[in-house]
């Protein structure tokens, strides 16, 4: 079957843009210039924009988290603390973010075709990020403050808790992947969902960084 390129009328060509780009970002973009048969690459593309659609969900929420504490000059009723950087929400922040890294080199171990050492990353960062989320979950039990405790309640469980979506959807993606790491020859003709879900996991840990600098490291 002969491959079909469809022309580029866009103002700015892709493949021009890509030169000039590191190699980590190059992954964001359509490759194969446009080739009907390149799935990977429309794929990797379409899941992009749909990272940017869910940065500006959050990215809503954190200017609205912003602009509620500079206009209210009692953010936190008489008697609460509100969310405290403790030790416990330091190493679960570590925990998450270190996970990156981790489910960095699982990628690569499966682009090397060693699957043991997939499996066994992958795994780990599963680990990770289900001790992150067993971790915010005690946290919020040891809060003395709820969801209905003022702004300061309400906009920090819609920030953690919408995250925390994200967190357990991430895990949800890697275990439906490391399922079918076990079924043979699944990965032969390309991986795009282990690269579209640790594209998925970097953008949790990098919403984590921003929110974790809005809420602990952010003091009244």
Same mark, same amino acid.
């Given at each position: 079957?002969?491959?079909?390129?469809?022309?580029?009328?866009?103002?700015?060509?892709?493949?021009?843009?890509?030169?000039?780009?590191?190699?980590?970002? *190059?992954? /964001?973009?359509?490759?194969? +210039? =446009?080739?009907?048969?390149?799935?990977?690459?429309?794929?990797? !593309?379409? !899941?992009?924009? /749909?990272?940017?659609?869910?940065?500006?969900?959050?990215?809503? !929420? /954190?200017?609205?988290?912003?602009?509620?504490?500079?206009?209210?000059?009692?953010?936190?009723?008489? +008697?609460? %603390?509100?969310?405290?950087?403790?030790?416990?929400?330091?190493?679960?922040?570590?925990?998450?973010?270190?996970?990156?890294?981790?489910?960095?080199?699982?990628? +690569?171990?499966? *682009?090397?075709?060693?699957?043991?050492?997939?499996?066994?990353l992958w795994l780990t960062t599963s680990a990770m990020g289900a001790y992150f989320l067993v971790g915010e979950? %005690?946290?919020?039990?040891?809060?003395?403050?709820?969801?209905?405790?003022?702004?300061?309640? =309400?906009?920090?469980?819609?920030?953690? =808790?919408?995250? =925390?979506?994200?967190?357990?959807?991430?895990?949800?993606?890697?275990?439906?992947?490391?399922?079918?790491?076990?079924?043979?020859?699944?990965?032969? *003709?390309?991986?795009?969902?282990?690269?579209?879900?640790?594209?998925?996991?970097?953008?949790?840990?990098?919403?984590?960084?921003?929110? /974790?600098?809005?809420?602990?490291?952010?003091?009244?």
């Open positions: 079957m002969q491959n079909t390129t469809h022309p580029d009328e866009s103002p700015l060509s892709i493949q021009q843009l890509q030169r000039y780009l590191p190699n980590w970002l *190059k992954r /964001f973009l359509p490759t194969g +210039g =446009g080739r009907a048969d390149d799935d990977h690459g429309k794929s990797m !593309f379409g !899941f992009t924009v /749909f990272l940017l659609s869910e940065s500006i969900i959050f990215l809503s !929420f /954190f200017v609205t988290y912003i602009t509620l504490r500079l206009t209210n000059p009692h953010w936190l009723p008489p +008697g609460v %603390k509100g969310p405290e950087l403790s030790t416990a929400v330091i190493i679960n922040s570590v925990i998450l973010v270190s996970s990156s890294f981790v489910i960095q080199a699982a990628e +690569g171990a499966l *682009k090397r075709r060693q699957l043991k050492r997939f499996r066994l979950v %005690k946290e919020w039990l040891g809060l003395d403050f709820g969801p209905s405790t003022g702004v300061v309640g =309400g906009t920090f469980y819609t920030l953690t =808790g919408f995250h =925390g979506l994200h967190v357990l959807t991430g895990i949800i993606l890697q275990i439906i992947m490391l399922i079918r790491s076990f079924i043979p020859g699944n990965y032969n *003709k390309g991986n795009f969902g282990v690269s579209a879900s640790t594209l998925f996991w970097h953008f949790v840990d990098v919403i984590w960084v921003v929110l /974790f600098s809005l809420v602990y490291l952010w003091r009244t």
